[in-house]
């Protein structure tokens, strides 16, 4: 535990966020979440948060009394230029400059930006859970994209942010394997329950690794971490 030191996470609902806000607060004594409304095509992401949320608080007493308030921030321009397939009805496909069409440009520096306007609240740490290893191939996950991203804001701010990055390393296989060091059986439990990666925004059906339709690629990357982790756990 570093006293004093707070953290403030980027917290979408997902499986990779809520690992990192469990990170987050195993260590920090302040921790604070921020979350984007988007224009995302499915709301369901955004009303797990909350749930989740619920669930930390009262598996979690200490951390539950860490952790501070949550920020949603509307940021409806990026569905505006977007064109992606997480704000728009359009079928996941590779785009004509090799990425995927559900990636949306630019994400997570607009969203780090965004992030770092809160200083003022004293939260040094920005936590994002953006990974290399076992990404879907969106360059603004990089490494050196947070890297330079956290360069840029402590030189654009006069600041010194650390943009910290848990899973930056870990495939999702790991990243379940983290939580479980960090939280036991219960945080994993509700995180495989209340958790939402699915670009479907499918929660009626019920899998070993969660809810999710199973078939997008959201759920192909989670239900192949999940039965990796499962294998060897
Ligand atoms: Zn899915």
């Given at each position: 535990m570093r006293a004093g030191e707070g953290a403030l996470v980027l917290y979408s609902g997902g499986q990779d966020s809520a690992t990192c806000l469990a990170w987050a607060l195993s260590r920090y004594e302040r921790v604070e979440t921020i979350g984007f409304d988007y224009g995302q095509?499915?709301?369901?992401?955004?009303?797990?948060?909350?749930?989740?949320?619920?669930?930390?608080?009262?598996?979690?007493?200490?951390?539950s009394r860490r952790l501070g308030d949550d920020h949603m921030v509307r940021l409806d321009a990026i569905a505006q230029l977007g064109q992606t397939a997480l704000t728009q009805d359009i079928a996941f496909r590779m785009a004509e400059d090799g990425l995927p069409n559900t990636f949306v440009p630019g994400r997570n520096i607009i969203f780090l930006s965004f992030a770092a306007a809160a200083y003022r609240r004293g939260l040094r740490r920005i936590v994002a859970g953006v990974c290399e290893t076992d990404y879907s191939g969106y360059p603004d996950c990089r490494d050196d994209t947070i890297k330079a991203m956290q360069v840029a804001l402590n030189l654009g701010l006069d600041r010194r942010f650390v943009l910290e990055t848990p899973l930056m390393w870990r495939d999702k296989a790991?990243?379940?394997?983290?939580?479980?060091?960090?939280?036991?059986?219960?945080?994993?439990?509700?995180?495989?329950?209340?958790?939402?990666?699915?670009?479907?925004?499918?929660?009626?059906?019920?899998?070993?690794?969660?809810?999710?339709?199973?078939?997008?690629?959201?759920?192909?990357?989670?239900?192949?971490?999940?039965?990796?982790?499962?294998?060897?756990?």
């Open positions: 095509r499915h709301r369901v992401e955004l009303e797990c948060r909350a749930d989740l949320v619920a669930g930390l608080r009262s598996a979690f007493p200490d951390w790991q990243t379940w394997e983290l939580a479980r060091e960090l939280g036991g059986d219960a945080l994993v439990e509700l995180i495989r329950m209340r958790s939402h990666s699915c670009y479907a925004g499918e929660r009626a059906h019920e899998h070993a690794w969660g809810f999710g339709c199973g078939a997008c690629p959201a759920c192909a990357l989670r239900a192949s971490g999940w039965e990796t982790w499962r294998a060897g756990a």
